[in-house]
């Protein structure tokens, strides 16, 4: 995805009246670009981070950079978008704070208070460290190489959810892998036989009502557009291929009878219309006509597993935005 705009970061030139503002705190930024937030900063600090997004206005990024400044905070990275010719402003900051001299709900207040002056759409901040970790059902078919790495990362600490639930179309037997793994760590497991006639939508959704948002790991279902209205949160999908691509059954093999040079793997938001959702992350893998169907397919899986957590990481540290109606902005 291209996308043709401004973009400022913190090692770009700035606005006389942003440079002023920014030289108020000492930058420690090109580190913390495209890393994971870092509380290892300093024991009495936090780090944080805070997405903007509203109609472009001189100001902004000052206005935004004092509100962190004033409270003691010190800003670690800074992103800026704004697309040519559009009246529209993204931002993505990361920062470290005191939470005594800058209480969390004092945070959300000061940062509300910016977001109405500028009428913004869209004004979150996440503090990883004190703010509740996001809940998550995954939901799958019959492949689960999605499921067992998801599974595995977040053992390993390297997803930041809360998985509440695995629900599948396809039943698993109780001592496989999967299955121990699920039990041993609490983590209930449904099995919702579906059919043409009868999606079992409104049991899902009696089971996910909970959650913050939904991922498709693999899930060969589509889900239906009072589903998604039903829900009204977002739903994740790992989609096998670059969209628009192979569609159907067996699309590493129709892929591979292609001859195909490039493989690739999309992760995007479901909306109603099939597998033409803003896309967050995509990947690609080159292979040639020395692969059989066997290494085809293993490349094709380890790209999906890959793609998919990538975008869930950048969703879950707030690096995802909306552009439009089919975009996203990801810094």
């Known amino acids: 995805m291209m996308m043709i705009g401004r973009r400022v970061s913190t090692t770009s ?37 805070h997405v903007f997004h509203c109609p472009d206005v001189v100001g902004i990024v000052a206005r935004l950079s004092d509100c962190i400044a004033a409270k003691g905070g010190n800003i670690l990275g ?19 704070f005191d939470p005594v001299k800058w209480p969390r709900s004092q945070m959300d207040e000061d940062f509300q208070t910016i977001a ?5 759409m869209s004004s979150v901040v996440r503090v990883p460290s004190l703010d509740p970790k996001y809940k998550i059902a995954l939901l799958l078919s019959k492949q689960d190489h999605c499921l067992v790495e998801m599974l595995h990362k977040w053992q390993d600490g390297k997803l930041p959810v809360d998985i509440t639930c695995v629900i599948s179309n396809h039943e698993r037997a109780p001592n496989t892998h999967i299955m121990r793994f699920l039990q041993r760590h609490g983590i209930s497991y449904h099995y919702l036989p579906t059919t043409d006639q009868n999606k079992i939508e409104e049991e899902i959704l009696e ?16 889900l239906s557009a009072n589903f998604l209205k039903g829900y009204g949160k977002d739903v994740i999908n790992i989609h096998h291929g670059l969209l628009p691509s192979f ?25 109603e219309e099939l597998d033409s959702g803003p896309i967050i992350e995509q990947m690609v893998e080159r292979v040639s006509h020395r692969d059989n169907l066997t290494s085809f397919v293993q490349k094709s899986e380890d790209l999906e597993k890959k793609c998919l957590l990538k975008a869930l990481k950048s969703y879950c540290e707030l690096r995802v935005l909306p552009y439009g109606t089919h975009k996203t902005v990801v810094f």
Do not use: C
Request: zero cysteines; a positive charge; glycine letters at 6%.
């Open 13 to 49: 030139s700035l606005s006389a009246t942003a440079f002023g503002s920014f030289m108020k705190w000492s930058f420690k930024s090109s580190h913390f670009h495209g890393d994971s937030l870092d509380s290892s900063v300093s024991p009495l600090l936090v780090p944080g981070v």
């Open 247 to 271: 569609k159907g059954r067996s699309p590493a093999k129709q892929a591979f009878d292609a001859g195909v040079k490039l493989i690739g793997a999309t992760t995007h938001f479901v909306t």
């Open 78 to 96: 800074y992103d800026v978008f704004v697309p040519e010719n559009k009246n529209v402003f993204y931002s993505r900051s990361e920062f470290i």
């Open 116 to 120: 109405k002056k500028f009428s913004a």
């Open 207 to 222: 089971l996910v009502k909970d959650t913050d948002f939904i991922v498709l790991a693999r899930y060969m279902q589509v």
